[in-house]
């Protein structure tokens, strides 16, 4: 009876994912595809989501052709994370969590309602998270945080920057290293950034309006 009983129930499981399986390849057939990556499809409402998560002020200057070029490249830095052998934990994905909903000053039943507003989920917003982890790896794999800083490169920005503020070359010579360092490591992780986009087959479709 029991062997009777666990069959129905997988039976029912089983159909259940078809029919899941099912919508899934009907929404995906109206789901308008805005580029490919690699083959990895990216659509238009994903455009449309990460265009709405921006606030009022931080969309002057920006286009949903810019956060379609933000996807592309999130694309690109995730399939390189995996090549790459790199994987998220559940709870480095549930830390960044906390830390999105402590900077965003919400409680977990306004966060849902922000996230539903903008046609979005926690497990959309999570996934996003998750991406975001194994990218940090890889650019801190790729991209060393440390740098040799010449003197005479730190005593010509003490010259330009900070002899004016009366504080002495040894008392500012720690922070302009380390503000020397922060934008060497920008200028690499932008140019290795670059070479996978050179290598990437992408193609844009269509941008959304």
């Known amino acids: 009876m029991a062997a009777v009983i666990f069959a129905a129930f997988a039976a029912l499981l089983l159909s259940g994912c078809?029919?899941?399986?099912?919508?899934?390849?009907?929404?995906?057939?109206v789901r308008e595809i805005a580029a490919l990556v690699n083959g990895a499809r990216i659509y238009f409402d994903e455009v449309n989501e990460e265009y709405a998560s921006l606030a009022p002020?931080?969309?002057?200057?920006?286009?949903?052709?810019?956060?379609?070029?933000?996807?592309?490249?999130?694309?690109i830095l995730y399939q390189e994370a995996l090549k790459d052998g790199h994987k998220a934990k559940t709870e480095e994905v549930d830390n960044e969590y906390a830390v999105f909903t402590a900077l965003g000053n919400l409680t977990e039943a306004e966060l849902k309602s922000k996230l539903a507003?903008?046609?979005?989920?926690?497990?959309?917003?999570?996934?996003?998270?998750?991406?975001?982890?194994?990218?940090?790896?890889?650019l801190d794999k790729k991209v060393p945080r440390k740098f040799v800083i010449r003197h005479e490169d730190a005593e010509a920005v003490y010259n330009t920057s900070f002899r004016q503020t009366g504080l002495s070359f040894e008392q500012s010579e720690r922070t302009i290293v380390e503000l020397l360092s922060a934008q060497r490591q920008k200028a690499d992780r932008e140019r290795?950034?670059?070479?996978?986009?050179?290598?990437?087959?992408v193609l844009i479709v269509a941008v959304p309006s």
């Open 18 to 29: 078809a029919q899941d399986s099912v919508k899934e390849k009907q929404s995906e057939k």
């Open 57 to 75: 002020e931080q969309r002057d200057g920006v286009t949903k052709a810019d956060a379609l070029s933000f996807l592309i490249e999130r694309e």
């Open 117 to 138: 507003e903008r046609n979005s989920s926690v497990e959309k917003l999570k996934s996003a998270l998750m991406k975001q982890v194994l990218i940090i790896k890889l």
């Open 192 to 201: 290795y950034i670059n070479s996978l986009k050179e290598k990437a087959d």
